[in-house]
């Protein structure tokens, strides 16, 4: 990361859900018009374009949760991690021999994470980015998806959960040194939602 924000980011200090729902709202506009979001809606997404989703969703959740886990960003928040969920709902729906493709956004994720795996704040922003579409939405997704859906059900209660994780980023981004590395979590944040975008890009590119 730069030692500084980008002036592309300055609106965002001290961070919370609120905050970040706010910051982050062009995105979702955004993905509301991609097509492949459009066909998930309509319950219409083919089994094996979805395994491939997931497939690519595993190994940024892999990621993620192996490094926030070591340092202990997910205590209290156990039932956040998607990654076995993900897993699970693939192997129901891959019957290939070879596993599904890593596509190229997901490649420059994990370029990109390394780069930021260190950086406590930053991570939270990626805990933000690639669970809060499931905390809100996952009743309705569960039901469009091909197969159990598993990615979007949890046993805790979701709305607790968004309460948890809203106190650790504001907890965590309001304790930095310097009032400037508070801007990480919605720099990373931003970063990751532009990364999903392209990703499902990539998706609707493929031949299936």
Request: charged share 25%.
């Amino acid at each position: 990361m730069n030692d500084k924000p980008s002036t592309r980011w300055s609106g965002l200090g001290q961070s919370t859900l609120s905050d970040l729902e706010m910051y982050t709202a062009k995105y979702y506009d955004e993905a509301g018009k991609q097509k492949f979001i459009q066909i998930l809606q309509e319950g219409e997404l083919s089994s094996k374009l979805y395994a491939i989703y997931l497939w690519n969703l595993h190994k940024k959740y892999d990621l993620l949760e192996t490094i926030a886990d070591g340092i202990n960003l997910f205590e209290d928040l156990h039932d956040l991690k998607r990654k076995s969920k993900a897993l699970e709902d693939y192997n129901e729906l891959w019957n290939d021999d070879e596993p599904a493709p890593i596509l190229n956004s997901t490649n420059e994720y994990i370029k990109h994470f390394r780069e930021v795996m260190h950086d406590n704040i930053a991570l939270l922003g990626h805990m933000y980015a690639l669970y809060i579409g499931n905390l809100e939405h996952g009743d309705y997704l569960s039901a469009k998806v091909p197969g159990e859906g598993r990615l979007f059900q949890y046993d805790t209660n979701t709305i607790d959960l968004k309460q948890v994780l809203d106190t650790k980023i504001k907890t965590a981004t309001n304790n930095v040194r310097h009032h400037w590395e508070a801007f990480n979590t919605g720099i990373e944040c931003a970063y990751c939602f532009e990364s999903s975008i392209e990703l499902r890009n990539e998706l609707m590119e493929l031949d299936i």
